[in-house]
């Protein structure tokens, strides 16, 4: 049985790898993608995320399929990289910096993302065959409910629980159950909504984002 994470194993190398996967995940490609097609700040729509559910409201599928690439992107090759010269513990270091740079990018003032891209993005990169059971759990949801947050939240519970007990893979159910955990306090207000039975659902159309938590919601990436 493989050791979980050494959290006291070369703290250089760790924050090493941290920064350098928050400086990829810190990356806002929904809001880069549609100021450069000509769209404004893809802030001041629909829910103000900037992931990809969000600009798919501005009508725009291939900008949403573009804002959905990148941002699986940056987490992928985050671990990728890390994987291939520092191993398997130092990338998930990586991945847990790229996820935080999607969530609390510096460069816009620490208000990001909800993470379900680069979440995606980091799994494949680590362990590909979890991630294309997240990505069938969340079309089945998706499909079946029409919730992207719901579909979300339903494929990150599953993921820590079938790496430790499917594929026996602890360390990466450590780490992964830490993502889960900051992915479902982003996604706090999608949740509120879904109880109280306000979430949008996928394809509804944009309006103004709102300041307070009644607006739209948003489980997006």
């Known amino acids: 049985m493989p050791d979980p994470i050494s959290w006291g194993f070369a703290w250089p190398y760790y924050l090493a790898a941290l920064a350098f996967g928050y400086l990829l995940g810190s990356i806002p490609f929904g809001l880069v993608i ?74 816009l003032k620490f208000k990001g993302g909800k993470g379900v891209a680069t979440y995606l993005g980091i799994l494949l990169g680590i362990f590909w065959p979890m991630g294309l059971i997240f990505a069938a759990l969340w079309i089945g949801m998706a499909l079946a409910f029409r919730f992207s947050s719901l579909s979300a939240l339903t494929a990150s519970l599953a993921t820590p629980v079938l790496l430790y007990f499917g594929f026996q893979q602890f360390q990466m159910a450590e780490m992964l159950l830490v993502l889960t955990v900051l992915l479902w306090i982003k996604h706090h207000e999608n949740i509120s909504r879904l109880l109280r039975g306000q979430e949008s659902k996928i394809g509804s159309k944009s309006k103004p984002a709102s300041a307070s938590s009644a607006g739209p919601g948003d489980g997006g990436a």
């Open 34 to 107: 549609t100021r450069m097609a000509g769209l404004g700040d893809i802030r001041k729509i629909g829910s103000g995320n900037i992931g990809t559910t969000n600009v798919l409201r501005t009508g725009r599928k291939s900008l949403a399929a573009a804002t959905l690439l990148g941002d699986a992107l940056k987490g992928t090759v985050a671990v990728v990289i890390v994987n291939l010269y520092y191993g398997q513990e130092m990338a998930l270091i990586a991945g847990l910096g790229a996820f935080l740079g999607h969530l609390f990018p510096v460069w």
